[in-house]
């Protein structure tokens, strides 16, 4: 089992930007891919970026304004946020995929540890 610590939440104007950081408690470049999800009230949780050995996923309503990335020596992946809308306005949680599980980078059926999560408020 992984332990994720997301942290770097808070509220935002529309048009503004925020990163969210995820400490893991392993070596983020031993799992299959590192994820970010968020969920809105009342709506399913769904995926938003993903990032495997160099290779990224996003879903496409954040491509263009979101950007996943990983610091190995830190064991600490990222979440850079531009253009906020609030639509964006979501409790988001890290995801860890490690061992053997399917392959869905942007499913929760992809992974097999999640953090606590943050929130984020997007104002208009």
């Known amino acids: 089992q992984v332990q994720l610590v997301e942290s770097g939440g808070g509220s935002v104007q529309a048009g503004g930007s925020l990163r969210l950081s995820c400490a893991a408690s392993?070596?983020?470049?031993?799992?299959?891919?590192m994820g970010w999800f968020r969920q809105a009230p009342g709506k399913e949780r769904e995926g938003v970026a993903s990032?495997?050995?160099?290779?990224?996923y996003y879903a496409d309503s954040v491509k263009g304004r979101f950007t996943i990335s990983q610091d190995n020596a830190k064991n600490t992946v990222y979440l850079q946020m531009n253009s906020l809308k609030p639509e964006d306005t979501a409790m988001y949680y890290c995801?860890?995929?490690?061992?053997?599980?399917?392959?869905?980078?942007?499913?929760?059926?992809?992974?097999?540890?999640w953090g606590q999560g943050t929130q984020v408020t997007v104002s208009s």
């Open positions: 990032i495997s050995r160099g290779s990224t």
């Open positions: 995801a860890a995929s490690v061992g053997n599980i399917v392959w869905a980078p942007l499913a929760t059926r992809g992974y097999n540890s």
């Open positions: 392993v070596n983020t470049y031993s799992s299959n891919y």
